[in-house]
């Protein structure tokens, strides 16, 4: 086998390509394109019909706000002002808005015990002065349910 040889040879392809074949096989690509196209154009304008859009209008203007500084001002005073004033917090007058900084003062002062539940003791679910009227009306003797001023003592939880 190694005898045997085999016999190729080369023989170069001619330089001349057929320019007409080239030419009519572009030719033929571009008109599929271009019809393809046009067909797809048509069905599209046949499926969905072109509308006339309204004109452009013209967005009002924005409103700058001039006051800015102004307004934020009269918030920052009335926020102040809220955190700086004693007063009734509810229609009842049993809660007090203290200002922040005596707040802070109680809470200090407090402690540890600082956050523990306000209320502790049935006694203490009654304002003061429905507390002391009934301190009162207990101690002379009368039942809680005749105490003046209608101050009358809470029903306990029952256990």
Known sequence: MSD?????????????VGMAFVSW??????LLLVVSIGGLYGIYHAAAPPRVLPGPQAFPQPRVDTAE???????????????ETWK???????TVQVPIERAMELLVKKGDS?????LSSPQATLSEPAAAAE???IQQG???SAAPNGA???????K
């Open 25 to 30: 096989s572009a030719l033929g690509a571009l």
């Open 142 to 144: 009368q039942s809680p």
């Open 4 to 16: 045997e040889r085999h016999h190729i040879r080369y023989v170069p392809e001619s330089p001349n």
């Open 114 to 118: 600082a956050y523990e539940p306000l």
């Open 88 to 94: 009734w917090a509810d229609q009842q007058h049993s």
């Open 152 to 158: 009358h003592r809470q029903p306990e939880p029952s």
């Open 135 to 137: 301190r009162t009306t």
């Open 69 to 83: 500084s102004e307004e934020l001002r009269r918030i920052t005073d009335a926020q102040t002002k809220t955190l």
